[in-house]
């Protein structure tokens, strides 16, 4: 039997999630949040929003230089998101467990790509990749009185 002293914790960690367009206007805001909740992730900060093309463009700044940054820019404005913060232990990786791989076509089955996705353009979520991440999406969208310790 391992003493207590020598388990390795498990890290609370809170994670950006972003229901994109695509899965807004197939109405399966609900269907996802029951995911996130059933495998333990706790909704801790949540606003609808039409992005303008400037929020998108800062948001996906990383991806500036890459071919499909304007489709992106593109889709992403193209109507309401809905965006939370989650918190949970494990949640940078867990949510992205849940969300599945970035092509619908390579997302294993029961992630929400794989069922809700439509192609690696339109795939239905966005999930912080790293806690570092997590810490800048989270502050980009929401400030901290509206994250909700809980
Ligand atoms: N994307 C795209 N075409 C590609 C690769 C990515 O349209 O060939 C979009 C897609 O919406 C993806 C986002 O750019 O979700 C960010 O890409 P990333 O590689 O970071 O994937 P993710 O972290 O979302 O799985």
Known sequence: VRPAYLE??????????IIKPDAVGKNVIGEIYTRFEKAGLKIVAARMKHLSRAEAEGFYAVHRERPFFNALVEFMTSGPVMIQALEGDNAVLKHRDLMGATNPKDAAAGTIRADFADSIDANAVHGSDSLENAAIEIAYFFPSTDVHAR
């Open 8 to 17: 390795i914790p498990m890290a609370l960690e809170r994670t950006l999630s």
